[in-house]
């Protein structure tokens, strides 16, 4: 009987045979997950924001600051629409005689603020939180302090300078005007259906409560120094009355669009500054690659069952 090419040893082969069992499940988990975002994203038809229908859509267009608040990357202090930034210390290990370099996380922060996104038939707020964001634009750069010293940075360090510092910042920025895909959840808000007169006549009295001089100085027509039951039901009728007039103003003026990530919804909310079609061609890629790295751990481990059984 043929001697096997290589033995293991009971726990070495245990040991190989978990480590191939779950490289195969790990790789067949981002083949059905990647099997997934690629059908999704070929099958679902791109709206147009004039036309589109609420829930979950495919939209394209060009990304742009928000009008009242402009976004800054902390570290470059470059005007983006979305910014990860990325503090890190180079550290020096020494291990048996011999010294390898790392470099250490100190701080790194991703965007959260919202910013617009343009089709060409009207504009909607994308809030990034909890989005798979791509984007192709990356600052590298080298200094001795913790925090960068120099900012609009716009192009690598030389070589020199990045041997001798002791700190790398990057951030990796999506800019104004830049083409963007969005796969996500839209909600059409109006300002008149997010506040009820009931929720404005609330917040009027509850105002008013802060300010006791000015409310009794309106209501105390007895000059008693307290608010009664009927006072107070007079202060009531005003703040509706008011409630009203602020509710109608509301009324005129525009829906505004969102799109975000619902908690509940398990579909993938998806930023990129690739097109669909590059889009594609990346999942169906990926897909394709975990399919054949799980098939063949799943042979490695029948193999390996089949020589030690």
């Given at each position: ?18 480590i191939l069992s779950l490289a195969a499940l790990i ?41 009242d608040q402009p976004i800054y990357a902390p570290l ?179 829906e505004i669009h969102h799109i975000s990530r619902l ?47």
């Open positions: 009987m043929r001697e096997p090419p290589f033995v293991f040893s009971p726990e070495e082969y245990g040991f190989v045979l978990f790789s067949f988990y981002y083949f059905v997950r990647d099997w997934k975002r690629w059908h999704l994203i070929k099958d679902t038809p791109t709206a147009r924001l004039r036309s589109a229908h609420q829930g979950y859509i495919e939209l394209e267009g060009k990304g742009k600051s928000p009008p470059s202090n470059h005007q983006c629409i979305w910014y990860h930034s990325l503090v890190e210390r180079k550290e020096t290990i020494l291990e048996q005689k011999h010294t390898r370099t790392e470099w250490k996380i100190l701080y790194q922060h991703t965007s959260d603020q919202s910013f617009m996104l343009d089709d060409g038939t009207g504009t909607c707020l994308i809030n990034p939180e909890g989005a798979e964001i791509t984007s192709n634009e990356k600052l590298i750069w080298h200094g001795n302090t913790e925090w960068p010293t120099r900012t609009q940075v716009l192009d690598s360090a030389s070589a020199i300078v990045a041997l001798t510092s002791r700190y790398r910042y990057s951030e990796r920025l999506i800019l104004p005007g830049q083409r963007l895909y969005i796969l996500g959840h839209l909600q059409t808000r109006s300002p008149a259906t997010e506040q009820s007169v009931q929720n404005i006549t609330r917040d009027l009295l509850s105002d008013w409560k802060q300010d006791r001089e000015q409310l009794l100085e309106r209501f105390d027509s007895n000059r008693d120094g307290e608010i009664d039951q009927a006072e107070w039901e007079i202060a009531r009728e005003a703040a509706q009355s008011q409630a009203r007039t602020l509710h109608q103003q509301l009324l005129h003026e525009l908690e509940d919804d398990r579909r993938p909310f998806i930023i990129s500054v690739h097109p669909q079609t590059e889009l594609i061609r990346k999942y169906r890629r990926h897909a394709l690659f975990m399919l054949t790295v799980s098939l063949g751990m799943m042979g490695c481990a029948a193999w390996l069952l089949r020589v030690h059984g």
